[in-house]
């Protein structure tokens, strides 16, 4: 018998799975549904560069949860552009974004490269938006937070400060902070370090804010040596 055919293991000897709620039930549960499926199929060529593929989809699980706390934001906004808002990165050499997004970046050097992406993902994002049939109106908006959505300091709206928010919880993510390490040479609380110091007080949203210092309270524990010294059973 293989592992993955191995029935789960229960230490409590009864099954419960008729107490398992179904997935509708469940508050904070997601998936794409079928015009953001459509979208990041059609996103998925252009975002298999750097992982930008799985950023994509946490930073879209974020926006997803902002819109939860932020019923104001417009959903038909936020996540067509958050899915797009990376596309632009295929358009660079990898190493040359790497340069581009590495701690301390020379911008007057690399900084071109950064607008390169935002310039690249709003036309890309305007080409999928079209090919999928969502309203002009609403590609006109998505497109403008994509270009500027990191250079641009500013928000031009709610639903920009969504996307931006989502974008950049990201870095402090588990899949980030894994990311950082061999990416930059660093252990994980070094990694954990720098994802966090770049993340909080870029954010907009006190929600966003909520969210990053719990994703950073979990990061913190999971890599203390209180928690690597828990008894854990022996399961055979």
């Known amino acids: ?9 229960n230490l409590l000897g009864r099954s ?4 398992v709620p179904p997935r509708t039930a469940v508050t904070g549960m ?3 549904g079928e015009r953001d499926a459509a979208i990041f199929r059609l996103a998925t060529p252009y975002l298999q560069t750097r992982e930008n593929d799985a950023h ?6 974020f926006a997803r949860a902002l819109l939860g706390e932020i019923p104001e934001a417009e959903e038909h906004i936020v996540l067509p552009a958050i899915i797009l808002h990376d596309t632009g990165w295929s ?3 990898e190493q040359e974004a790497l340069e581009s997004i590495a701690p301390g970046v020379d911008r007057s050097v690399w900084g071109h490269l950064t607008i390169q992406h935002e310039k690249e993902g709003a036309r890309i994002a305007r080409e999928i938006l079209t090919e999928v049939g969502i309203p002009a109106a609403d590609i006109d908006e998505i497109t ?4 500027g959505h990191d250079t641009r300091l500013t928000s031009l709206s709610l639903n920009d400060s969504l996307v931006k928010d989502a974008d950049k919880l990201w870095r402090v993510s588990p899949h980030s902070i894994t990311v950082a390490q061999p990416r930059f040479g660093l252990s994980a609380e070094e990694a ?3 994802c966090a110091s770049r993340a909080y007080n870029e954010l907009f949203t006190p929600q966003a804010k909520s969210m990053s210092r719990a994703l950073i309270a979990l990061a913190s524990m999971t890599q203390s040596v209180e928690i690597s010294n828990c ?3 022996e399961i055979v």
Not at 16 to 19: F, I, L, S, T
């Open 192 to 194: 954990l370090l720098l």
């Open 144 to 147: 403008q937070i994509i270009d």
């Open 56 to 61: 994509t989809l946490y930073s879209y699980g």
């Open 91 to 93: 358009t660079v050499i």
């Open 1 to 9: 018998m293989t592992d993955a055919s191995r029935p789960p293991i």
């Open 16 to 19: 419960v799975r008729d107490k």
């Open 30 to 32: 997601i998936d794409l």
């Open 231 to 233: 008894y854990v059973r």
